[in-house]
């Protein structure tokens, strides 16, 4: 007997149609025979919506009534994909969805597919923090995430004629979008720039502008929790939308400027991953939606008080810092607890310092933002005042602590001249966490080693986590039936662990085969979806073998697509016969920041790449590249199940932690990874017999360093490698000209700063390994769903368990 837990909801899908029915009539005003398939969706959505209110409604008074402190992840990103599936999830509706939109007429593919994707978020942080709030709803912690709604989420990727990627605004707010409401009526002030004056022995902050954040709440409904939290999503408006008397003037364009000053502020998500970009309208973004939660936070958990005893605040509510875009939280609560509630500093810093807490996401120290002092005193003043003070504070701390001088300079908060975020959230928090244990290690060997030195209590890890509801149920029907089916249970949706009971089914060759079975459906799926958006043909029969993350150098796409080319030079020049050649199908998906010239010029290789090889008759059938533009969350459910094959082939100690890499271990991919970030953890769950490991270690790697890395070395020594570059450079994959990847080519020859030559020989040796493991399909599925039974560790209700007993101390609501 199967048990079966998921939610079922008391409506029946004759019933859940006329609520669509109504829902069409009432609120759009079209009839079931006017609907297109987008209206269906918007009823559809509103419909689910009146189903979850109650519970959010419950949720929200059980979290300020009650003693529970709940958890405010500040984000500037919250990467959520579609929502529509995942909100009939959890109120227990897909079934009578399926059939209600059947009966009014309608075919389910195309309701759904009239949902468009939000982009807000780049990649692996901004993902995780929409998996952090799912988890958190779904183990019925109150909480709420906080962040920007911006009017264009993360670029449209196309590519042109030559390969290249063309940037295009994704203005995903054009159709109507049911999720999110707009609260006017719960609206915040957030000012900018002026000056500090002293009245009557007081710090006064006399703003020049303010812009006028309104909350756009996006419910977040757990997975059998009951319990549905809040995603707040803050939009700038102007207070003065258009003055009348400049356009009567009949300067129109004049007319509208304040509106557009205030609303830029929310209008574009920074395409960056991993490097800080110095611009005003950044940190004006950053502080607009921290400053605005922080209100929030204080209406909504001391309603209706004029003064409220906020040194309650921290019980009330504790705050994530995802990484360091929000810091500027820490003297913005300063500020609110002194200025506006007349707090001293001493009980101001106790209670901030018990609020915040950091994550940092990086070990790129480029990464870690620094702002100029002088655009934080221009647009928020009264704030660079704070941050002095914090840092006077911070360095009689340290000295009274007996930190030697140099030392103190080394870790200043505040230099003269810029203020690093960091070091602001590694003193002003209670912790700091890394997002894998290596990476935390890191973190406190390196990175910010003086202050671990320090506050050694301060420094913990959390490692990653994702959420099986989207990334296996709604992803992977079935092998979210298979797996259901091998447990007796589908507990495990909210258990992940439970996976461990797969194990002994790997030994049973029956079940075996029902998971490859699995895998091969889903690779029909796959190709048919590709063929259906891109136009590719993709032979399901072959190996998939996908790539699949932002395009940046330490990440090392290089790698794979030189070892692509060699593959193809073998081919070419006949030292591999074809029939030696085992069938395989490479997807890459990645985006590169605009500004990142290498990146770009990586992906119009890989496209012409592509372009060559998928053309050449001499390698038809053997090997074929593919790379789907726009890669997102959509394309990542689709991808992911159809794997075979991972690449996570980061150097050593640059890549955090990953979370692609737990999406595809769970949907039964095996990995050919390095000893870096989460790759370290999943290898150890599920044995190094089933995972293919290559590469140097952080310590190879350092020691290369500081031997003085020549990576020409490596290029004249592989003739494999020779070739491979030789071919890029010779214009093979631009039509014959030589300039088109000169800058990549001698990029390699002279930096390669994160040792993809070095890695080369390494990486190609061990594809034979995984050639011999393929062929034997029944072998490769068993490794392969010895993975999946053993990363149960990696759902994000893990993560947040840990977060709840390391770092936040709280729990589930009663
Ligand atoms: C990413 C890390 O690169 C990735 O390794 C990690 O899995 C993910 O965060 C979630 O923790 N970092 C970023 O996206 C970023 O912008 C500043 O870091």
Partial sequence: MTEITAPKSPVTAAEFANEIREQLKYTQGVTPEQAKPADVYVAVSAAVRRHLVDSWMKTQADMVNGNTKAVGYLSAE??????????????????????????????????????????????????????????LASLGVPAFGYGIQYRYGIFKQEFDEAGRQIETPDYWLANEEPWGHIDYNRDQKVSFGGEVVEENGRK?????????????????????????????????????????????????????????????????????????????????????????????????????????????FADKITFQLNDTHPVIGIPELMRVLMDEYGYDWDTAWTITNKTFNYTCHTLLPEALEVWPSKLIGELLPRHLEIIEKIN??????????????????????????????????????????????????????????????????????????????????????????????GLGTDRWLSDLELLKGLEPLAADDEFVKKFAAVKQANKVDFANYAKREYGFDIDPNTMINTMVKRLHEYKRQALKILALIARYADIKSGRLSADEVLPRTVVFGAKAAPGYYLAKQTIQLINNVARVVNNDPDVKGKLNVYFPWNYNVRLAQHLIPATDLDEQISQAGKEASGTGNMKFALNGAMTVGTL???????????????????????????????????????????????????????????????????????????????????????????????????????????????????????????????????????????
């Fill in 78 to 135: 919250f990467l959520i994909g579609k929502q529509l599936r995942n909100a009939l999830l959890n109120a227990g509706l897909t079934e009578q969805f399926n059939e209600a939109v059947e009966s009014l007429g309608f075919s389910v593919q195309d309701v759904v597919d009239a949902e468009y994707e939000p982009g807000l978020g780049n990649g692996g942080l901004g993902r995780l923090a929409a998996c952090f709030i799912d988890s």
């Fill in 676 to 814: 870096d970030g989460a790759n370290v953890e999943i290898r150890e769950r599920v044995g190094a017999e089933n995972f293919f490991l290559f590469g140097m270690t952080v310590d190879e790697v350092d020691a290369l360093y500081a031997a003085g890395y020549d990576p020409k070395k490596y290029y004249d020594a592989n003739p494999r490698l020779r070739a491979a570059i030789d071919m890029v450079a010779d214009g093979t994959f631009s039509n014959g000209d030589k300039s088109v990847y000169a800058d990549l080519v001698h990029d390699w020859l002279t930096k390669d700063w994160f040792m993809t030559l070095a890695d080369f020989g390494a990486y190609t040796d061990i594809q034979a390994e995984i050639e011999a493991l393929y062929v034997q399909p029944l072998e490769w599925n068993r490794k392969a769903l010895i993975n999946v039974a053993n990363s149960g560790y990696f759902s994000s209700d893990r993560s947040i368990e840990d977060y709840l007993e390391r770092i936040w101390k709280t729990g589930p609501l009663a």
């Fill in 392 to 485: 006077d504070q911070f360095e009689s701390e340290l000295k009274a602590k007996g930190v030697a001088d140099e030392t103190i300079k080394d870790m200043a908060i505040y230099t003269g001249d810029s203020v690093r975020m960091a070091y602001l959230a590694t003193y002003g928090g209670s912790h700091v966490n890394g997002v894998a244990e290596l990476h935390s290690q890191l973190l406190k060997d390196v990175t910010l080693k003086n202050f671990s030195d320090v506050y050694p209590g301060k420094f913990t890890n959390v490692t990653n986590g994702v959420t099986p509801r989207r990334f296996i149920k709604l992803a992977n029907p079935r092998l979210s039936d298979l797996i259901t089916e």
């Fill in 204 to 312: 006064v902050w006399k703003p020049a502008w303010s812009v006028r954040a309104v909350p756009v709440d996006y419910m977040v409904p757990g997975y059998a929790s009951g319990r549905v939290n809040t995603l707040r999503l803050w939009a700038a408006k102007s207070y003065d939308e258009f003055d009348l008397l400049t356009f009567n003037k009949s300067e129109y364009l004049d007319a509208v400027k304040p509106q557009v000053k205030a609303e830029n502020i929310s209008k574009i998500l920074y395409p960056e991953d991993s490097t800080p970009q110095g611009k005003a309208l950044r940190l004006e973004q950053q502080y607009f939606f921290v400053s605005a939660s922080i209100h929030d936070a204080i209406r909504v958990f001391y309603p209706g008080q004029d003064k409220p005893d906020l040194t309650t």
